[in-house]
């Protein structure tokens, strides 16, 4: 990030607390400031008195005023305290197996199950409450949440966590609300709850580089966003940078990323199942499968302001030669491919991206922007 003087930081120094932050210090909870995490099934929890489990705040200082993250442990044969709020929540399931309800004030509940790998968001200001499903091993959940633009607007705590009102048209107790199905439209499934999301069939996304498959989320019938990619044995994505926020989670596979603001150098981040990375607010960031199975993740996030294209595509998807934020194969910095066959190299594998650079520049010649 760039940097400027200390006169001019301290003139600013009074803006960087915000009401969120004091909420969660009030929940005696700490709140971790990086945008990587190398295992989120390993990382440190406190007690959380409130709700009963135990909890620790993922809250990058790039996208700390648009949305956060938290990981929360719910004990061996124990429950959360219910909750209801005026914001969105999407979870993921870490670890475990349990179940939900959900409920509205006029009384209509629905009750389901989920287990490790599971994707599914509460319904704006319904109550709910998770159980365990063992009595003899937690289970830990993570959630993305839009909280801090809710408590910082309101500022008063009372209101965001109380206030007595069923948006009928999110959730009005439908039985079969939280049933592992949905309607599918191009690349977006509007759903409420994913069984599982390592084995969920994925669309083809050519464009994002090296035959890799795609899925988007509308959970919930919320605003905030989300989406599954996977990509091949020997193959990687292509670079794009987008607005603040979005909490990439790894599904499977193993490899790296490259994440790095504009005119900067690389930073080199490793992954497995289990690790997130959180890229600041329009720095580029790259994924790289240097491992022997498909690598696949998910990405949580709320897109406060679109940056789309006026046919309505997102500019991470288009080519910086456009006017886009993605960059070509043909474009990228020398030493990535060097990077990424070395790192095959080691586990005795090889680039399967030769298809992938061919078909690019097949493209960019038949639309008379190659180099």
Same mark, same amino acid.
């Given at each position: 990030?760039?940097?400027?003087?200390?006169?001019?930081?301290?003139?600013?120094?009074?803006?960087?607390?915000?009401? @969120?932050?004091?909420?969660?210090?009030?929940?005696?909870?700490?709140?971790?400031?990086?945008?990587?995490?190398?295992?989120?099934?390993?990382?440190?929890?406190?007690?959380?008195?409130?709700?009963?489990?135990?909890?620790?705040?993922?809250?990058?200082?790039?996208?700390?005023?648009?949305?956060?993250?938290?990981?929360?442990?719910?004990?061996?044969?124990?429950?959360?305290?219910?909750?209801?709020?005026? @914001?969105? %929540?999407?979870?993921?399931?870490?670890?475990?197996?349990?179940?939900? !309800?959900?409920?509205?004030?006029?009384?209509?509940?629905?009750?389901?199950?989920?287990?490790?790998?599971?994707?599914?968001?509460?319904?704006?200001?319904?109550?709910?409450?998770?159980?365990?499903?063992?009595?003899? %091993?937690?289970?830990?959940?993570?959630? &993305?949440?839009?909280?801090?633009?809710?408590?910082?607007?309101? %500022?008063? &705590?009372?209101? &965001?966590?109380?206030?007595?009102?069923?948006?009928? !048209?999110?959730?009005?107790?439908?039985?079969?609300?939280?049933?592992?199905?949905?309607?599918?439209?191009?690349?977006?499934?509007?759903?409420?709850?994913?069984?599982?999301?390592?084995?969920?069939?994925?669309?083809?996304?050519?464009?994002?580089?090296?035959?890799?498959?795609?899925?988007?989320?509308?959970?919930?019938?919320?605003?905030?966003? !989300?989406?599954? !990619?996977?990509?091949? &044995?020997?193959?990687?994505?292509?670079?794009?940078?987008?607005?603040?926020?979005?909490?990439?989670?790894?599904?499977?596979?193993?490899?790296?990323?490259?994440?790095?603001?504009?005119?900067?150098?690389?930073?080199?981040?490793?992954?497995?199942?289990?690790?997130?990375?959180?890229?600041?607010?329009?720095?580029?960031?790259?994924?790289?499968?240097?491992?022997?199975?498909?690598?696949?993740?998910?990405?949580?996030?709320? %897109? $406060?302001?679109?940056?789309?294209?006026?046919?309505?595509?997102?500019?991470?998807?288009?080519?910086?030669?456009? $006017?886009?934020?993605?960059?070509? @194969?043909?474009?990228?910095?020398?030493?990535?491919?060097?990077?990424?066959?070395?790192?095959?190299?080691?586990?005795?594998?090889?680039?399967?991206?030769?298809?992938?650079?061919?078909?690019?520049?097949?493209?960019?010649?038949?639309?008379?922007?190659?180099?």
């Amino acid at each position: 990030m760039p940097k400027v003087s200390e006169e001019l930081a301290k003139r600013f120094a009074t803006e960087k607390g915000s009401k @969120y932050q004091d909420w969660v210090r009030n929940e005696g909870l700490d709140i971790i400031a990086g945008h990587y995490v190398p295992n989120l099934h390993h990382v440190d929890v406190k007690p959380w008195p409130r709700r009963g489990g135990a909890g620790v705040y993922i809250n990058h200082e790039a996208s700390r005023h648009s949305n956060d993250c938290y990981v929360c442990d719910i004990p061996a044969g124990g429950k959360l305290a219910p909750q209801r709020q005026l @914001y969105e %929540e999407m979870i993921y399931v870490l670890d475990g197996h349990g179940s939900t !309800s959900v409920w509205n004030d006029a009384g209509q509940r629905v009750t389901f199950e989920w287990n490790a790998g599971s994707l599914f968001a509460i319904p704006l200001n319904c109550w709910h409450q998770h159980f365990n499903g063992s009595g003899l %091993e937690k289970a830990r959940y993570l959630a &993305v949440t839009n909280a801090p633009m809710v408590i910082n607007l309101y %500022e008063e &705590v009372d209101f &965001v966590f109380n206030t007595p009102y069923d948006f009928t !048209s999110r959730f009005h107790g439908e039985p079969e609300y939280f049933a592992n199905e949905g309607t599918q439209s191009g690349f977006l499934l509007e759903t409420n709850f994913v069984a599982d999301t390592r084995s969920l069939p994925l669309i083809n996304a050519k464009e994002r580089g090296a035959g890799g498959g795609h899925i988007r989320f509308n959970l919930a019938k919320g605003s905030m966003n !989300s989406h599954i !990619s996977e990509f091949p &044995v020997g193959t990687y994505k292509k670079a794009h940078l987008h607005g603040p926020g979005a909490h990439v989670i790894i599904l499977d596979g193993s490899g790296f990323s490259f994440m790095w603001p504009e005119n900067s150098p690389l930073n080199r981040y490793d992954w497995q199942e289990g690790s997130m990375i959180v890229p600041p607010d329009r720095w580029y960031h790259q994924h790289f499968n240097t491992g022997v199975t498909p690598a696949r993740y998910l990405a949580l996030k709320y %897109e $406060g302001t679109s940056i789309r294209n006026e046919q309505g595509v997102p500019k991470a998807w288009i080519s910086k030669r456009i $006017g886009g934020d993605q960059i070509d @194969y043909a474009d990228e910095d020398e030493m990535v491919r060097r990077v990424f066959e070395e790192e095959l190299a080691k586990n005795g594998l090889g680039s399967q991206m030769k298809s992938a650079y061919e078909a690019e520049l097949a493209a960019l010649e038949a639309s008379g922007s190659a180099a």
